[in-house]
């Protein structure tokens, strides 16, 4: 590493003081632009880069935004935060992530990790927390952002949509093409919230229709190709005669939809499918699955609007989740 | 937000000092047990967040380890950053994620924000940089780890595997099964780099056999299903006589197995498919693709561990590319 670069030796070079070096680097306004550029370009010939944490101590504030999720391995949620990306670009916030394995003990380390920096701002996904978790929010000298859900008690700001109107609408979808037996098939319950909130709105939409569920598999394990492939064909070898299976993630009904090419069934004379989420993953596909459009991009630009605004009063963004019938209903 | 928490509210409640509660907090060692727990307890009924920034002013480091990567759209960075978190999991250490969209200009200002946090180290994907971003790493006063490719100059520690040993492993597989009219389809040409060295690996080892390319796509945007399956279709309109295409990725190859699903071709008989990664998406599929394991959970594991250890001296940790033949070659 060498020789270590201290501010000193960029003032040095620049034949400024350090004091001037430091007001430079921050960009403060009383330094003529020439000098500014002067002191920019020789920290970024040597490779010096200021300390920001004597500068954040001064303001009680830094420039990052946390985002707390519970996972990045399906693009669920890197689509939210490329939505939060394209809002933050042009302005000085920069995102940081956290990952919480969908585990609310370990979202509430994570939130206080986050909110001990004095954020700009944070993003958190759903509105179920430890109590904890939400004293920390509530109490929090910056915007706070649920995204995702908008089914339950934001603590502050919300934007999502509403998985039990999700799971009514593509209830009503199936049920209007003629389906009858009907299974359902969900990954991460119960910690998966939402997908429990779609599910139940599904079964309310049934019920209505006089209609009930066939089957179901609620599974512990992750959402994948391979356990939607596996678990499908565990359940069409329990409950041969279902017509139509509805999941938790658009990853098992593409999972579902690799039983189906690699079993001969066709799809959907023998049997149907739809998803969640509208993800990527569906696109290039033989056909198109059913999915529902949970607009992750909109959720993401809009909880980056708020943290930019930081408007006074609670702010709730509901976006409408779009049932798409596709070609595999 | 109500009225704002300070640490004398904490302080009057757990009936300490301010001093002595700011300790208890901070987990310094000359406060009781008793008192630290009855002060974190009292934190964190109300929700109050210590402020960290003091603290990292007067230790000038934070217990954040800066990860830079190009994307978060595949599942690619995702489980190296699993690997990550699985070392950093039972340490202070927490990881924050910035990511460059494979832009070098945005790659320097990420790494510019991390480093003047001061974190306690700093991962970057790749080993192609500004000549910036390389100055502020070699000066970095803490632990910096190149991860994912060893082919070239790493500015300090670096892990990863070589991407022209995995393109050459990749042909001489091909060629062994006897496939004489290959093609190949990459993305993000020329932004990434390792992809670039897996093809130059993959047509030298062609050229030793006296094999040249039958036809090419290197193609400037993202690897997707979709664009897997377009290409390859216009890739076989225009050469419809090719026996075998290798992908610079596994997302990619999906892809074009989809078409020859939706085409009736069969695979390998009609047309052989090699992708690169071993991505969990692989898994389910009605055959197995061939692909080439890149060791990304332990790539992570292994940069983390650097961090934790903090070498004196530059570390470098090579794996091995894994050539899979599967069932698709």
Known sequence: MGKKLLLKDIANLAGVSEMTASRALRGAPDVSQRTREKVEQIAKDVGYVPNRIAGALASNKVNLVGVVVPSLNSSVFPEVLSGISSKLKDTPLKPVIGVTAYDLEEEEEVIREMLSWR??????????????????????????????????????HCVGISHLAAGRAMARTILDAGYKRIGFIGTKM?????????????????????????????????????????????????????????????????????????????????????????????????IKLATTDAHRFA?????????LDAPKA????????????????
Not at 133 to 155: I, L, Q, T, W, Y
Not at 236 to 247: E, G, K, M, N, Q
Not at 299 to 307: L, Q, R, S
């Open 190 to 286: 119960p910690q998966d919230f939402r997908a429990e909130k779609r599910l139940t709105g599904f079964l309310e939409e049934l019920e209505k229709a006089g209609v009930s569920l066939a089957d179901q598999e609620l599974y512990s394990g992750a959402s994948s190709i391979e356990n939607g492939h596996l678990l499908t064909k565990e359940l069409l070898a329990r409950t041969p005669d279902l017509d139509c299976l509805y999941f938790s993630s658009d990853v098992m009904s593409v999972g579902a939809y690799m039983h189906c090419v690699a079993a001969g069934l066709s799809v959907p004379d023998e049997l149907a499918l739809a998803g969640f989420n509208n993800l990527n993953l569906l696109r290039g596909l033989p």
């Open 119 to 156: 954020p700009a701002g944070i993003v958190v996904a759903g509105l179920e927390h430890t109590e904890a978790a939400r004293k920390m929010m509530a109490n929090a000298d910056c915007p706070v952002v649920e995204v995702m859900d908008v089914d339950g008690d934001p603590v502050r």
């Open 299 to 307: 959720i993401g630009e809009a909880a980056a609007d708020i943290i």
């Open 314 to 329: 609670a702010k709730l963004v509901q976006l409408e989740p779009e049932a798409i019938r596709g070609q595999s209903l």
